[in-house]
């Protein structure tokens, strides 16, 4: 049997250390459901009133109209009725099995210059940076 030598266990140590601090694994996230938002989903396509975004495993796995998506039992439920649900990034799309970079907000972004400053929620690959209120 070998034993560990005295210049392994610092570099183990460190290995250990700099693992703790990773984030979870897409797999190991929440499931949300964000429900009665208008979808504006950053392509041509008009926005989606009462609409259900499904994000699950730090993706969108569906999005449409609260009759067309069906909320999974278990998903966390996120309350979007008078807002607006968004792309992070404007200029990538949202789309099913695309990455959940999410804003909701309070106020249309098309009409308000200043709708960054009424954001309700923020989502970086299904983790909530700023969970909504």
């Known amino acids: 049997m070998r034993r560990l030598s005295l210049f392994r266990i ?3 140590l460190a ?3 700099v693992l703790a601090g990773c984030e979870a ?5 929440p499931s949300y459901a964000i ?5 504006m989903d950053g392509t041509a396509l008009p926005p989606i009133g009462d609409s259900v975004v499904l994000v699950e495993h730090g993706k969108i796995a569906a999005m449409g109209t609260a009759s067309e998506v069906s909320i999974p039992s278990g998903m966390k439920r996120v309350n979007g009725h008078g807002r607006f649900v968004f792309p992070r990034i404007l200029d990538q799309p949202l789309s099913v099995e695309g990455p959940a970079d999410l804003i909701l907000c309070e106020v249309n972004p098309a009409r308000d210059p ?6 309700a929620g923020r989502m970086e690959k299904g983790r909530w940076t ?3 209120n």
């Open 10 to 12: 610092p570099l183990i």
């Open 35 to 39: 429900v009665g938002a208008t979808l």
């Open 114 to 119: 200043d709708y960054m400053k009424k954001t």
């Open 15 to 17: 290995v250990a250390i």
């Open 130 to 132: 700023q969970f909504p």
């Open 25 to 29: 694994p897409e797999r190991d996230l």
